[in-house]
């Protein structure tokens, strides 16, 4: 009789379920990294423009020179020759740690710290008494950074000026409370040769420790507390200009980006290095590894097939907060990309289409170095275009199941959740040219700077049950805009 009977029914199977992420998240107080990633193509779909705030500042109650520059060069979309001083838009953005200010700087040489709060809930005009700082100080600003360890100071310099200015903003001046200066070159006609900053960046757990990359390629590093002058140089064994600098969590690493197209490391743990801290004598190192884009790049089969790779500028490199190993960068040609500084291999990229299939001819942006940002806690890059106005969210997710992802396939994405929504990157059209974006550290919203030195707000929208979207932040008694819906656009890969 045995043979009669059914096997499955004296030793039944067990059933695998799916766990269900929500309890999950009820029990953990977090979430899970794998649902974050399932959930953040929703997120991306979510973004809008909500805000555009032109840079119509004053000065002492007259126009500021950014203000002058925006208007002779115009307000609807003209052209960068039609301004004869030939120098607007916004260079850089960044947010002080916690969110509460927002500093930013032009090429019309003002340096802008704005109150988040007031910036955001006050519609399409900002209250200009409620800003903590704004001068002109008539010289081009290509850099602006806040100091990590003490949140008062603001850091700005330029690629035609060879001081590194810090402001504070506890103090109702338009004067530096300090001024670091680079070390004078002798040039090969005997004079001194007065070189450029292209990026600054401050220790995390020393806030009199600061670095400046130059554009003959050298690292220059300050000991405030010794000298307006740098202590210690890193150098690149190369004139190739550094355009972008960064340093990992620990300031143990430094990590700089070239004009040729390479990504150097210096590591300053321990030895000879650490020590050059504690003396006024300049030492001057070499990077203890240097990787050339290029090369990474063409180890890539698929895009070797489809691409003809050469060395390219790096504009912008930066590491995501959410995953210390992946530090992104960004080509001229707007070129994407994550590389692994564990493996020194690239692991992620994203081509969008050149920017001549558009008729592109603006001049102008390609001689500002853009500056992208990450979405922390989700990996997603958000990266202006280069051939129209509008910004890419791309998701940069450490995992073959990114779409970026250089092993990539879409048939693995039934591995990773039937129901999960498809993984996709996102394109979203702003009013006017994006030159830099930064990213609030806890809202998730994009500011974006733009050519014309206007500030646009990138924010998830709410949707009413009427289908509506409320496009105005702190929008009570206020009625809904109209649909955005066709705001969204999606770029394959």
Same mark, same amino acid.
């Given at each position: 009789?045995?043979?009669?009977?059914?096997?499955?029914?004296?030793?039944?199977?067990?059933?695998?379920?799916?766990?269900?992420?929500?309890?999950?998240?009820?029990?953990?107080?977090?979430?899970?990294?794998?649902?974050?990633?399932?959930?953040?193509?929703?997120?991306?779909?979510?973004?809008?423009?909500?805000?555009?705030?032109?840079?119509?500042?004053?000065?002492?109650?007259?126009?500021?020179?950014?203000?002058?520059?925006?208007?002779?060069?115009?307000?609807?979309?003209?052209?960068?020759?039609?301004?004869?001083?030939?120098?607007?838009?916004?260079?850089?953005?960044?947010?002080?740690?916690?969110?509460?200010?927002?500093?930013?700087?032009?090429?019309?040489?003002?340096l802008t710290v704005h109150d988040y709060e007031s910036l955001y809930c006050n519609g399409?005009?900002?209250?200009?008494?409620?800003?903590?700082?704004?001068?002109?100080?008539?010289?081009?600003?290509?850099?602006?950074?806040?100091?990590?360890?003490?949140?008062?100071?603001?850091?700005?310099?330029?690629?035609?000026?060879?001081?590194?200015?810090?402001?504070?903003?506890?103090?109702?001046?338009?004067?530096?409370?300090?001024?670091?200066?680079?070390?004078?070159?002798?040039?090969?006609?005997?004079?001194?040769?007065?070189?450029?900053?292209?990026?600054?960046?401050?220790?995390?757990? +020393? &806030?009199?420790?600061?670095?400046?990359?130059?554009?003959? #390629?050298? =690292?220059?590093? /300050? %000991?405030? $507390?010794?000298?307006?002058?740098?202590?210690?140089?890193?150098?690149?064994?190369?004139?190739?200009?550094?355009?972008?600098?960064?340093?990992?969590? +620990? &300031?143990?690493?430094?990590?700089?980006?070239?004009?040729? #197209?390479? =990504?150097?490391? /210096? %590591?300053? $743990?321990?030895?000879?290095?650490?020590?050059?801290?504690?003396?006024?004598?300049?030492?001057?190192?070499?990077?203890?590894?240097?990787?050339?884009?290029?090369?990474?790049?063409?180890?890539?089969?698929?895009?070797?097939?489809?691409?003809?790779?050469?060395?390219?500028?790096?504009?912008?490199?930066?590491?995501?907060?959410?995953?210390?190993?992946?530090?992104?960068?960004?080509?001229?040609?707007?070129?994407?990309?994550?590389?692994?500084?564990?493996?020194?291999k690239v692991t992620h990229i994203h081509c969008p289409p050149p920017p001549w299939l558009?008729?592109?001819?603006?001049?102008?942006?390609?001689?500002?170095?853009?500056?992208?940002?990450?979405?922390?806690?989700?990996?997603?890059?958000?990266?202006?275009?280069?051939?129209?106005?509008?910004?890419?969210?791309?998701?940069?997710?450490?995992?073959?199941?990114?779409?970026?992802?250089?092993?990539?396939?879409?048939?693995?994405?039934?591995?990773?959740?039937?129901?999960?929504?498809?993984?996709?990157?996102?394109?979203?059209?702003?009013?006017?040219?994006?030159?830099?974006?930064?990213?609030?550290?806890?809202?998730?919203?994009?500011?974006?700077?733009?050519?014309?030195?206007?500030?646009?707000?990138?924010?998830?929208?709410?949707?009413?049950?009427?289908?509506?979207?409320?496009?105005?932040?702190?929008s009570e008694g206020k009625e809904p805009a109209k649909s955005r819906s066709h705001a969204?656009?999606?770029?394959?890969?």
């Amino acid at each position: 009789m045995d043979k009669y009977l059914d096997p499955s029914s004296i030793n039944p199977k067990p059933t695998k379920r799916s766990q269900w992420k929500r309890s999950l998240l009820e029990l953990n107080g977090k979430f899970d990294r794998k649902y974050q990633h399932d959930v953040s193509g929703l997120l991306m779909q979510s973004y809008s423009e909500v805000m555009v705030l032109p840079h119509t500042y004053h000065i002492h109650g007259a126009p500021c020179q950014t203000h002058v520059n925006w208007f002779l060069g115009g307000v609807d979309g003209a052209n960068y020759s039609q301004n004869p001083l030939g120098r607007e838009g916004i260079s850089a953005l960044e947010f002080d740690k916690k969110g509460i200010y927002l500093a930013s700087v032009t090429q019309s040489g003002c340096l802008t710290v704005h109150d988040y709060e007031s910036l955001y809930c006050n519609g399409s005009k900002e209250d200009e008494t409620k800003q903590l700082l704004h001068i002109s100080t008539g010289q081009q600003l290509d850099v602006v950074r806040w100091n990590v360890s003490n949140q008062d100071e603001v850091a700005c310099t330029s690629m035609k000026s060879s001081d590194v200015c810090i402001f504070d903003i506890g103090y109702v001046s338009s004067e530096p409370v300090e001024v670091l200066r680079k070390r004078h070159t002798i040039s090969v006609h005997g004079y001194n040769a007065h070189k450029g900053f292209s990026d600054v960046a401050f220790c995390s757990h +020393d &806030d009199s420790r600061l670095l400046a990359s130059d554009v003959s #390629g050298v =690292i220059n590093i /300050w %000991d405030r $507390r010794a000298s307006d002058l740098p202590c210690l140089e890193l150098a690149t064994n190369s004139n190739s200009p550094l355009n972008s600098i960064k340093l990992n969590a +620990d &300031d143990q690493v430094i990590f700089g980006a070239s004009k040729q #197209g390479t =990504i150097y490391m /210096w %590591d300053i $743990r321990g030895g000879r290095s650490s020590a050059a801290f504690q003396n006024n004598r300049v030492v001057s190192y070499s990077p203890m590894t240097a990787i050339k884009l290029a090369s990474e790049l063409e180890r890539i089969a698929s895009l070797k097939a489809q691409s003809n790779i050469v060395s390219k500028e790096i504009h912008s490199i930066d590491i995501n907060p959410s995953c210390q190993n992946q530090l992104a960068f960004h080509l001229d040609d707007c070129w994407s990309g994550v590389l692994d500084v564990h493996s020194l291999k690239v692991t992620h990229i994203h081509c969008p289409p050149p920017p001549w299939l558009d008729d592109f001819n603006d001049l102008a942006n390609l001689r500002c170095l853009r500056k992208p940002s990450w979405i922390p806690a989700y990996s997603i890059y958000v990266v202006g275009s280069l051939s129209s106005n509008g910004l890419y969210l791309l998701d940069f997710y450490p995992d073959r199941s990114s779409p970026c992802h250089v092993d990539f396939n879409e048939e693995m994405q039934q591995f990773y959740g039937v129901k999960s929504p498809q993984k996709q990157n996102q394109f979203i059209p702003t009013t006017e040219g994006v030159t830099a974006c930064i990213t609030h550290p806890s809202s998730g919203t994009i500011v974006v700077g733009t050519k014309h030195s206007s500030l646009l707000v990138i924010s998830q929208t709410g949707k009413s049950f009427q289908g509506a979207y409320d496009s105005t932040p702190c929008s009570e008694g206020k009625e809904p805009a109209k649909s955005r819906s066709h705001a969204y656009t999606h770029i394959p890969n």
